[in-house]
């Protein structure tokens, strides 16, 4: 218990040390993935700001906490009853500054713990990012970097790259790795997106399996979705989310991160809603 108080501390430092002075807001989204012969579930949610330091500087701070139920539908024999729940708690820091007017640099560094149900200091792992910003004119930005990030489960350094192009007022496209996004907004209220992201999580498990020596639970897919979102009151937005999941794994993985079990979970739909208080 005393260590679970400690690591939920570190986590809010960041949160608690500032004030929320410039853009605020709090989400809670649902989200069910079934495919072939087990069911995802997860509840998330996320209280993100920024603050501008001076004109050229500004931080962005994100808070969240999820949870993740797996119900393996073809398994008479409650084979998995030990691995149904999974939880993470993440803060995302978030640093950038200009270099020069057209030029500008973001560091971000995310705390993360994941865990079934026992949060121990073994389960907090650092991930994080560099990118390099450049506007090569007033439509067009390109965007370079490198992370540690989980997108393909297990954490693991990988590239990043995104060409975004505003093509007027209502529409903007950014198109690389890991993420893609077309927006589409017809009016100030709605906001139609179709995206596509590389995207995955890992979870230590509570206890080593003495028969194949997993320690962790990995999930990682390729998502493509198209997304709403709409302004229904003042600073209160709902979002929905229909999708498919390509390409998706589960995992067991050893202490090296070697493969020793494959769920063969299959490919299947996304869908989503959340709601969100935005200032």
């Given at each position: 218990m005393k260590v679970r108080f400690i690591i939920c501390s570190l986590f809010l430092i960041s949160f608690l040390g500032l004030k929320a002075q410039e853009n605020f807001s709090a989400t809670l989204n649902f989200k069910t993935e079934p495919t072939d012969k087990i069911n995802f579930s997860e509840t998330n949610i996320a209280v993100f700001y920024q603050k501008k330091l001076g004109t050229k500087s500004k931080i962005a701070n994100t808070l969240e906490y999820s949870n993740l139920k797996v119900n393996y539908e073809f398994n008479p024999y409650n084979f998995y009853a030990d691995q149904d729940k999974f939880n993470q708690v993440q803060d995302k820091f978030e640093y950038s500054s200009e270099i020069t007017e057209k030029t500008r640099w973001q560091l971000s560094v995310v705390p993360t713990a994941n865990f079934q149900s026992k949060l121990d200091f073994s389960d907090v792992t650092v991930l994080g990012s560099l990118e390099i910003s450049q506007q090569l004119s007033s439509k067009f930005n390109i965007i370079v970097g490198a992370g540690r990030t989980s997108i393909f489960g297990a954490p693991k350094f990988t590239p990043i790259v995104a060409f975004d192009y505003k093509m007027n007022e209502k529409t903007?496209?950014?198109?690389?790795?890991?993420?893609?996004?077309?927006?589409?907004?017809?009016?100030?209220?709605?906001?139609?997106?179709?995206?596509?992201?590389?995207?995955?999580?890992?979870?230590?498990?509570?206890?080593?399996?003495?028969?194949?020596?997993?320690?962790?639970?990995?999930?990682s897919q390729m998502t493509s979705a198209l997304e709403y979102e709409r302004n229904v009151a003042a600073n209160w937005f709902l979002n929905f989310k229909a999708g498919y999941d390509f390409n998706k794994k589960y995992n067991l993985l050893d202490s090296n991160d070697h493969k020793i079990y494959d769920y063969n979970s299959g490919n299947g739909y996304v869908l989503g809603i959340g709601i969100k208080y935005k200032q």
């Amino acid at each position: 218990m005393k260590v679970r108080f400690i690591i939920c501390s570190l986590f809010l430092i960041s949160f608690l040390g500032l004030k929320a002075q410039e853009n605020f807001s709090a989400t809670l989204n649902f989200k069910t993935e079934p495919t072939d012969k087990i069911n995802f579930s997860e509840t998330n949610i996320a209280v993100f700001y920024q603050k501008k330091l001076g004109t050229k500087s500004k931080i962005a701070n994100t808070l969240e906490y999820s949870n993740l139920k797996v119900n393996y539908e073809f398994n008479p024999y409650n084979f998995y009853a030990d691995q149904d729940k999974f939880n993470q708690v993440q803060d995302k820091f978030e640093y950038s500054s200009e270099i020069t007017e057209k030029t500008r640099w973001q560091l971000s560094v995310v705390p993360t713990a994941n865990f079934q149900s026992k949060l121990d200091f073994s389960d907090v792992t650092v991930l994080g990012s560099l990118e390099i910003s450049q506007q090569l004119s007033s439509k067009f930005n390109i965007i370079v970097g490198a992370g540690r990030t989980s997108i393909f489960g297990a954490p693991k350094f990988t590239p990043i790259v995104a060409f975004d192009y505003k093509m007027n007022e209502k529409t903007d496209f950014k198109i690389g790795f890991p993420d893609s996004r077309i927006s589409y907004s017809n009016n100030d209220r709605n906001k139609f997106s179709l995206t596509n992201s590389f995207n995955g999580n890992f979870y230590h498990l509570d206890e080593k399996n003495v028969d194949n020596n997993a320690e962790k639970a990995v999930l990682s897919q390729m998502t493509s979705a198209l997304e709403y979102e709409r302004n229904v009151a003042a600073n209160w937005f709902l979002n929905f989310k229909a999708g498919y999941d390509f390409n998706k794994k589960y995992n067991l993985l050893d202490s090296n991160d070697h493969k020793i079990y494959d769920y063969n979970s299959g490919n299947g739909y996304v869908l989503g809603i959340g709601i969100k208080y935005k200032q």
